[in-house]
Antibody
Protein backbone atom coordinates (compact mmCIF):
# COMPACT_ATOMS: atom_id res chain seq x y z
CA UNK A 1 0.00 0.00 0.00
CA UNK A 2 1.45 3.32 -1.09
CA UNK A 3 1.91 6.01 1.54
CA UNK A 4 3.17 9.56 1.18
CA UNK A 5 4.89 11.56 3.93
CA UNK A 6 5.24 15.29 3.41
CA UNK A 7 7.83 17.56 4.98
CA UNK A 8 8.90 21.17 4.70
CA UNK A 9 8.59 24.59 6.34
CA UNK A 10 5.21 26.11 7.11
CA UNK A 11 6.35 29.71 6.77
CA UNK A 12 8.05 31.29 3.77
CA UNK A 13 8.94 34.94 3.25
CA UNK A 14 7.64 36.80 0.18
CA UNK A 15 9.96 36.59 -2.87
CA UNK A 16 11.67 33.47 -1.47
CA UNK A 17 11.36 29.85 -2.64
CA UNK A 18 8.84 27.42 -1.19
CA UNK A 19 10.33 23.91 -0.91
CA UNK A 20 8.44 20.75 0.07
CA UNK A 21 9.32 17.07 -0.07
CA UNK A 22 7.13 13.99 -0.38
CA UNK A 23 8.65 10.67 0.74
CA UNK A 24 7.22 7.52 -0.83
CA UNK A 25 6.73 4.12 0.78
CA UNK A 26 5.16 1.10 -0.89
CA UNK A 27 6.21 2.08 -4.42
CA UNK A 28 9.14 3.51 -6.33
CA UNK A 29 9.39 7.04 -7.64
CA UNK A 30 10.83 5.39 -10.77
CA UNK A 31 7.73 3.25 -11.29
CA UNK A 32 6.74 2.98 -14.95
CA UNK A 33 3.05 3.31 -14.11
CA UNK A 34 2.84 5.92 -11.34
CA UNK A 35 2.67 9.71 -11.51
CA UNK A 36 3.69 11.97 -8.62
CA UNK A 37 1.71 15.19 -8.21
CA UNK A 38 1.54 18.38 -6.19
CA UNK A 39 -1.80 20.08 -5.50
CA UNK A 40 -2.72 23.00 -3.29
CA UNK A 41 -5.95 24.11 -1.66
CA UNK A 42 -6.95 27.59 -0.55
CA UNK A 43 -10.31 29.16 0.31
CA UNK A 44 -10.10 31.45 -2.71
CA UNK A 45 -8.95 28.88 -5.29
CA UNK A 46 -10.27 25.53 -4.05
CA UNK A 47 -8.15 22.59 -5.24
CA UNK A 48 -5.48 23.58 -7.76
CA UNK A 49 -3.20 21.06 -9.46
CA UNK A 50 0.35 22.40 -9.72
CA UNK A 51 2.24 19.73 -11.60
CA UNK A 52 3.64 16.22 -11.73
CA UNK A 53 6.67 14.12 -12.50
CA UNK A 54 6.70 10.57 -13.83
CA UNK A 55 9.05 8.01 -15.34
CA UNK A 56 8.35 6.23 -18.62
CA UNK A 57 11.83 5.09 -19.68
CA UNK A 58 12.84 8.70 -19.07
CA UNK A 59 11.61 11.47 -16.78
CA UNK A 60 8.75 13.76 -17.72
CA UNK A 61 7.16 16.80 -16.08
CA UNK A 62 3.85 18.57 -16.60
CA UNK A 63 3.13 21.93 -14.95
CA UNK A 64 0.01 24.06 -14.55
CA UNK A 65 -0.01 27.15 -16.73
CA UNK A 66 -0.64 29.35 -13.68
CA UNK A 67 2.72 28.47 -12.07
CA UNK A 68 4.76 27.19 -15.02
CA UNK A 69 7.36 29.98 -14.88
CA UNK A 70 8.02 29.45 -11.14
CA UNK A 71 7.71 25.73 -10.45
CA UNK A 72 10.08 22.77 -10.46
CA UNK A 73 9.16 19.21 -9.45
CA UNK A 74 12.08 16.83 -9.15
CA UNK A 75 12.34 13.13 -8.38
CA UNK A 76 15.05 11.90 -6.01
CA UNK A 77 15.66 8.24 -6.75
CA UNK A 78 18.30 7.84 -4.02
CA UNK A 79 15.76 8.77 -1.33
CA UNK A 80 12.62 7.56 -3.14
CA UNK A 81 10.90 10.90 -2.91
CA UNK A 82 9.94 13.89 -4.99
CA UNK A 83 10.03 17.58 -4.29
CA UNK A 84 8.28 20.83 -5.08
CA UNK A 85 10.02 24.16 -5.49
CA UNK A 86 7.98 27.30 -6.11
CA UNK A 87 10.01 30.45 -6.65
CA UNK A 88 9.21 34.10 -5.96
CA UNK A 89 6.26 33.38 -3.70
CA UNK A 90 3.67 35.97 -2.73
CA UNK A 91 0.87 35.88 -0.13
CA UNK A 92 -1.33 34.46 -2.94
CA UNK A 93 0.68 31.24 -2.63
CA UNK A 94 -0.51 30.72 0.94
CA UNK A 95 -2.34 27.38 0.90
CA UNK A 96 -2.40 23.81 2.09
CA UNK A 97 -0.06 21.85 -0.18
CA UNK A 98 -0.63 18.15 -0.88
CA UNK A 99 1.39 15.55 -2.69
CA UNK A 100 -0.68 12.87 -4.42
CA UNK A 101 -0.06 9.79 -6.52
CA UNK A 102 -1.76 7.25 -8.69
CA UNK A 103 -0.85 4.33 -10.91
CA UNK A 104 -4.05 3.91 -12.88
CA UNK A 105 -4.67 7.34 -14.34
CA UNK A 106 -6.10 9.04 -11.29
CA UNK A 107 -4.81 10.30 -7.94
CA UNK A 108 -5.87 7.89 -5.24
CA UNK A 109 -3.18 8.34 -2.59
CA UNK A 110 -2.66 11.70 -0.92
CA UNK A 111 -0.27 13.06 1.67
CA UNK A 112 -1.70 14.65 4.80
CA UNK A 113 -1.04 18.18 3.63
CA UNK A 114 1.31 20.98 4.70
CA UNK A 115 -0.03 24.41 5.55
CA UNK A 116 2.29 26.99 4.02
CA UNK A 117 1.94 30.67 4.89
CA UNK A 118 3.75 33.32 2.88
CA UNK A 119 4.43 36.23 5.18
CA UNK A 120 7.29 38.43 6.32
CA UNK B 1 -12.39 30.55 -11.74
CA UNK B 2 -12.30 26.78 -12.06
CA UNK B 3 -12.23 24.94 -15.40
CA UNK B 4 -14.94 22.54 -14.20
CA UNK B 5 -18.16 24.08 -12.92
CA UNK B 6 -19.91 22.87 -9.79
CA UNK B 7 -22.69 24.43 -7.72
CA UNK B 8 -21.14 26.04 -4.62
CA UNK B 9 -23.60 24.37 -2.28
CA UNK B 10 -26.06 21.52 -1.94
CA UNK B 11 -28.16 20.30 0.95
CA UNK B 12 -30.52 17.57 2.02
CA UNK B 13 -32.08 15.95 5.04
CA UNK B 14 -31.03 12.55 6.39
CA UNK B 15 -32.26 9.76 4.16
CA UNK B 16 -32.69 11.97 1.10
CA UNK B 17 -30.93 11.65 -2.23
CA UNK B 18 -28.82 14.56 -3.42
CA UNK B 19 -27.01 15.11 -6.69
CA UNK B 20 -23.98 17.29 -7.39
CA UNK B 21 -23.26 18.30 -10.97
CA UNK B 22 -19.96 18.98 -12.71
CA UNK B 23 -19.80 20.65 -16.10
CA UNK B 24 -16.76 20.76 -18.34
CA UNK B 25 -15.81 20.73 -22.00
CA UNK B 26 -14.67 18.47 -24.82
CA UNK B 27 -11.04 18.74 -23.72
CA UNK B 28 -11.65 17.35 -20.24
CA UNK B 29 -14.89 15.58 -19.26
CA UNK B 30 -15.81 15.07 -22.90
CA UNK B 31 -12.65 13.10 -23.62
CA UNK B 32 -11.57 11.56 -20.32
CA UNK B 33 -12.79 10.07 -17.07
CA UNK B 34 -14.26 12.06 -14.18
CA UNK B 35 -13.22 11.42 -10.59
CA UNK B 36 -14.80 12.67 -7.37
CA UNK B 37 -13.16 13.56 -4.06
CA UNK B 38 -14.63 14.11 -0.62
CA UNK B 39 -12.77 16.73 1.40
CA UNK B 40 -13.25 17.18 5.12
CA UNK B 41 -11.57 20.14 6.88
CA UNK B 42 -8.09 19.34 8.11
CA UNK B 43 -7.80 16.10 6.17
CA UNK B 44 -6.55 15.06 2.75
CA UNK B 45 -9.08 14.74 -0.08
CA UNK B 46 -10.38 11.19 -0.35
CA UNK B 47 -11.20 9.55 -3.67
CA UNK B 48 -14.88 8.55 -3.66
CA UNK B 49 -15.56 7.82 -7.33
CA UNK B 50 -13.02 7.05 -10.06
CA UNK B 51 -13.43 6.52 -13.81
CA UNK B 52 -16.90 8.10 -13.84
CA UNK B 53 -18.73 5.49 -11.78
CA UNK B 54 -16.33 3.19 -9.91
CA UNK B 55 -16.16 3.12 -6.12
CA UNK B 56 -12.90 2.46 -4.27
CA UNK B 57 -13.11 -0.20 -1.62
CA UNK B 58 -14.49 1.20 1.62
CA UNK B 59 -16.71 3.82 -0.01
CA UNK B 60 -20.39 3.06 0.70
CA UNK B 61 -22.57 2.06 -2.24
CA UNK B 62 -24.77 5.04 -1.38
CA UNK B 63 -22.31 6.99 -3.53
CA UNK B 64 -22.60 6.71 -7.30
CA UNK B 65 -21.31 8.60 -10.30
CA UNK B 66 -22.35 9.10 -13.90
CA UNK B 67 -21.16 10.95 -16.98
CA UNK B 68 -22.84 12.11 -20.15
CA UNK B 69 -21.06 14.14 -22.81
CA UNK B 70 -19.27 17.02 -21.11
CA UNK B 71 -21.09 16.74 -17.79
CA UNK B 72 -20.95 14.43 -14.83
CA UNK B 73 -22.76 14.01 -11.55
CA UNK B 74 -22.27 12.52 -8.13
CA UNK B 75 -25.31 11.11 -6.37
CA UNK B 76 -25.56 10.33 -2.68
CA UNK B 77 -28.57 8.34 -1.57
CA UNK B 78 -29.70 7.70 2.01
CA UNK B 79 -27.95 10.89 3.11
CA UNK B 80 -26.18 10.71 6.46
CA UNK B 81 -24.73 13.40 8.74
CA UNK B 82 -21.23 12.02 8.11
CA UNK B 83 -21.59 12.84 4.40
CA UNK B 84 -21.37 16.57 5.18
CA UNK B 85 -18.20 17.70 3.39
CA UNK B 86 -16.86 19.47 0.33
CA UNK B 87 -16.99 17.45 -2.91
CA UNK B 88 -14.74 18.10 -5.89
CA UNK B 89 -14.85 16.69 -9.41
CA UNK B 90 -11.62 16.26 -11.35
CA UNK B 91 -10.60 15.35 -14.88
CA UNK B 92 -7.50 15.40 -17.08
CA UNK B 93 -7.57 18.25 -19.58
CA UNK B 94 -5.93 17.41 -22.90
CA UNK B 95 -5.62 21.05 -23.98
CA UNK B 96 -3.99 22.17 -20.74
CA UNK B 97 -2.03 18.91 -20.28
CA UNK B 98 -2.96 18.92 -16.63
CA UNK B 99 -5.53 17.98 -14.04
CA UNK B 100 -8.45 20.35 -13.57
CA UNK B 101 -10.83 20.49 -10.64
CA UNK B 102 -14.27 21.87 -10.04
CA UNK B 103 -14.64 24.71 -7.56
CA UNK B 104 -16.11 22.35 -5.00
CA UNK B 105 -19.62 21.85 -3.63
CA UNK B 106 -20.26 22.20 0.08
CA UNK B 107 -22.81 19.56 1.06
CA UNK B 108 -24.85 20.34 4.16
CA UNK B 109 -26.96 17.71 5.88
CA UNK B 110 -29.84 19.59 7.46
Amino acid sequence: QVQLQQSGPGLVKPSQTLSLTCAISGDSVSSNSAAWNWIRQSPSRGLEWLGRTYYRSKWYNDYAVSVKSRITINPDTSKNQFSLQLKSVTPEDTAVYYCAAGSAGYMDVWGKGTTVTVSS
Amino acid sequence: QSVLTQPPSASGTPGQRVTISCSGSSSNIGSDYVHWYQHLPGTAPKLHIYRNNQRPSGVPDRFSGSKSGTSASLAISGLRAEDEADYYCAAWDDSLSGWVFGGGTKLTVL
